[in-house]
């Protein structure tokens, strides 16, 4: 009888030390998941709160470098695309201008 009461014991406090530690491990892993998500959809604004130095903290660190990155570069390529237009509208404008008889 004794036996079975320590037993169901060690059963119930290994239990609860598993469900801690996979809770433990598996957040900042989920919290990884949705920030990418959000990269995926070019929403720049979340970023992964991790700063253990473990392998899932050099993750972290790697996915909110990333997301910075792309987030500098596609702002990057709308101001080239607006300075191409203004070119282009510029080039157009001038085309359809007369020349003066002066200049002629």
């Known amino acids: 009888m004794n036996y079975l009461i320590v037993g169901s014991f060690i059963l119930l406090v290994g239990g609860a030390i598993a469900i801690y ?35 899932i903290g050099q993750l972290a660190t790697s996915i909110n470098t990333m997301s910075q990155q792309l987030s500098q570069n596609i702002d990057q390529l709308k101001a080239d695309i607006e300075h191409r237009k203004q070119l282009f509208r510029n080039i157009t404008h001038e085309l359809k201008t007369k020349i003066p008889k002066a200049l002629v």
């Open 21 to 55: 530690l996979s809770k433990k491990i598996t957040k900042p892993v989920i919290e990884m998941s949705h920030v990418a998500e959000s990269v995926a959809r070019l929403d720049f604004s979340k970023q992964v709160e991790y700063n253990e130095p473990d392998e």
